[in-house]
């Protein structure tokens, strides 16, 4: 119980700083995460004083990450597991690929925990720019190598109407095939925008390009799409 | 309308929109340009409906047990070092280790060389160095010594193996009447020498010379050149008589005619330029008192020799080595020219009577 606790507190102090800008917003009549109430939770303003003091512990934790310490790893595969996930799921159909290439992810981190300066502020970068590249391998492969797509997702958020649900799913069935249809870039794009929420200057960051450059892309993107969108309709 | 500006103004509408601000709202600000903007934010609005998905229990779990699996065999793998060693210092260990062993390989393999050989200059270095970085007087005596037996061996064998061959040896002159010639040896070899030389180094006879010469295969030595060595010795002067100091265990005997700059005091530092008449019987030509350095009279060349006794160049010597633990001649020769006045300031002298013999040393050395 004690363990848990301990994880659970540094879950919200990793969590808290690393995505300091990144919290979550309240959504009113707008669009609707579905995120976890702990994770939103954590996300709530916090003091700068007190948000010194979690960059420390963050970049604490990190330090006994590089050295494998069971704990501190699990702080962060557990704070940035979902971040990561959707990220993935976003681009990928399939949930059973969406959970393989999240896992590759953070196997993929241990390494660069050894190799690589990593800090606690890159660290979510680092993943998600990994993700992408992942993702990009993904369906290269999928080119060469065909499957039959899954249709029906497994993951359903529980206390929906299954007719509901159904239609939601070839809405979104739809919208997915025309996100297939961008070029990566634009993908990438849209998915660091609206699964992760990022503000334009994290993109930027992220995909180490300049603010400009981000929107004059994520506008590119967004017209393709509505373009993909009323091509399929 | 250019599409940055139309890319600002979307991400501001976006922007509004994460708020939660409606749609129509929105676009009712800018009608000029709503058009524009509808479908693209209709777009944004459906591409956020497509992130929906809660991450699965079971996969984090998953992830989670891979991620802590893979952690602990990484972990079993790197043992933990009291330092980190950058990267590439298994490489860097290596290498240095490789030079080493090059290094000492190679100096192991020179040790045989002989004059003419590839690894006979690495040979010469490592000795250099070696007297480089001895200590007292006495130390660099004894390893100039051993070199010089090293030399003399060296000549012997080119000399066995009939090579033709440059030398350079050292070792006391002596001489013996063999059959009616004189035959001269220095360090264990005989050799003779012509005329004019042979008067020279009759002045020589019983000290420490460096010798120059050409092996001629089967036909032995010719001797082209030949010097008194001069010893720099510097250190406290540890006894003083009359006669002699000793200056960190070597034995220097002090003619009346040896230039003395200074006055010597037992405990503090002197230097001498001496000529070697015994194995510890040096005969000091000048001495500076109160200085490591040697004096400036005679010019000398560290290493090795200066009085020089040429065909070209002839002077008086005269040795009388009293006690010295070698037995050797004592010899008189005496050679006339008057060129050697002309270097009578840079020449070493010898002796201790008023006869005593001035090589006529040269700042130049040898003449090759």
Not at chain 2, 89 to 95: E, F, M
């Amino acid at each position: 119980m004690s363990n848990f606790c301990l994880w659970t507190g540094e879950m919200v102090r990793i969590a808290g700083w690393t995505f300091p800008n990144t919290r979550q917003r309240p959504f009113h009549s707008g669009w609707k995460y579905n995120i976890p109430s702990t994770e939103n939770s954590l996300m709530t303003g916090t003091p700068p004083t007190v948000q010194n003091r979690q960059a420390q512990e963050a970049a604490e934790l990190l330090r006994r990450a590089k050295q494998f310490e069971p704990q501190a790893l699990t702080a962060i595969h557990d704070a940035l597991y979902p971040q990561v996930f959707r990220y993935v799921s976003y681009r990928v159909d399939d949930p059973r690929t969406c959970e393989d290439i999240t896992a590759e992810v953070f196997l993929r981190l241990l390494k660069a925990l050894q190799k690589e300066d990593l800090t606690i502020d890159n660290l979510r970068a680092w993943l998600l720019g990994t993700a992408h590249h992942l993702v990009q391998d993904f369906y290269r492969k999928s080119y060469r190598h065909p499957t039959t797509p899954i249709e029906h997702h497994e993951h359903l958020p529980n206390g929906h109407n299954p007719a509901e649900e159904a239609e939601k799913n070839a809405t979104r069935h739809q919208i997915r095939g025309a996100l297939r249809q961008l070029t990566d870039e634009q993908q990438h794009v849209l998915a660091l925008r609206f699964s992760q929420e990022l503000s334009v200057h994290e993109t930027a960051r992220v995909m180490q390009k300049s603010v400009e450059a981000v929107k004059v892309l994520q506008y590119r993107a967004l017209a393709a799409l509505r373009r993909q969108l009323e091509r399929g309709a | 309308m250019k599409s940055g500006e139309t890319a600002q103004l979307l991400e501001e509408c976006l922007q509004r929109m994460q708020i939660g601000e409606p749609l129509e709202r929105i676009l009712a600000d800018y009608p000029e340009r709503a058009e524009e903007l509808r479908p693209l934010l209709e777009s944004a609005r459906m591409a956020q409906a497509n992130a929906l998905y809660l991450p699965p229990v079971s996969g984090n779990q998953r992830s989670r047990a891979q991620f802590l699996e893979e952690a602990a065999r990484q972990a079993r793998r790197q043992p933990k070092r009291a330092f980190a060693l950058p990267r590439f210092a298994p490489l860097l260990l290596s290498a240095v280790m490789l030079v080493l062993v090059a290094v000492f390989g190679l100096a192991l393999a020179s040790g045989r060389s002989l004059p003419g050989q590839p690894l006979y200059g690495m040979k010469r270095s490592v000795e250099q160095a070696q007297l480089a970085l001895s200590g007292d007087a006495l130390g660099r005596i004894a390893l100039e010594d051993t070199f010089d037996q090293r030399r003399a061996e060296e000549v012997r064998r080119l000399i066995l193996a009939g090579k033709e061959q440059p030398v350079e040896f050292s070792g006391f002159l002596t001489r013996r009447i063999q059959d009616g010639y004189d035959q001269w040896s220095a360090g264990g070899i005989d050799f003779s020498l012509s005329g004019s030389l042979q008067a020279a180094a009759g002045s020589m006879a019983g000290g420490y010379v460096d010798i120059r010469g050409f092996v001629r295969g089967q036909q032995g030595l010719e001797v082209t050149d030949m010097r008194l060595r001069l010893y720099p010795i510097g250190g406290i002067l540890q006894s003083q008589t009359e006669q002699e100091w000793i200056i960190e265990g070597v034995r220097v005997r002090l003619p009346s005619l040896a230039e003395l700059e200074g006055t010597p005091e037992v405990g503090k530092p002197i230097s001498v330029t001496a000529i070697r008449v015994g194995e510890n019987d040096f005969l000091a030509l000048s001495a500076r008192a109160g200085r490591l350095n040697p004096p400036q009279t005679p010019t000398f060349t560290p290493n090795l020799i200066t009085p020089t006794l040429t065909e070209t160049t002839v002077s008086t010597a005269t040795l009388t080595p009293q006690s010295s633990p070698t037995p050797r001649p004592i010899l008189t020769a005496t050679q006339s020219d008057d060129s050697g006045k002309a270097t009578d300031d840079d020449s070493g002298k010898g002796g201790d009577d008023d006869n005593s013999g001035k090589g006529g040393g040269d700042k130049d050395g040898y003449k090759d």
